[in-house]
């Protein structure tokens, strides 16, 4: 492989990177977002809010810590080891 055709697949790859980026950090946000709006409604309709999910999970999660709460209860098919109030499917 010549050092231009390598230079050119390392710039593709940052361009790749770059874009995966962006779309890893928009839905970190709306993940974000959307537990924010559902629990500032259950706390006004005065009801639990029910995370399905574990929030735990997952390898970003990981590194960059969690997008979302556990709720008043949360459940997974594996269980939410680290939530207070847990549950697991099946």
């Not at 940052?14 to 950090?25: I, M, Q, T, Y």
């Not at 629990?39 to 999970?57: K, N």
């Amino acid at each position: 492989m010549t050092p231009l055709v390598k230079v050119a697949l390392g710039l593709c790859g940052v361009v790749l990177a770059g874009e995966a980026a962006l779309a890893f950090g928009s839905r970190r946000t709306r993940r974000r977002e959307l537990y924010a709006r559902a629990l500032s409604h259950a706390r006004r309709a005065q009801v639990p809010l029910l995370v399905v999910g574990d929030p735990d999970t997952g390898f970003v999660t990981r590194f960059f810590g969690r997008d979302y709460g556990c709720g008043d209860v949360c459940t997974d098919i594996t269980g939410c080891p680290r939530c207070p109030r847990r549950g697991r499917i099946g």
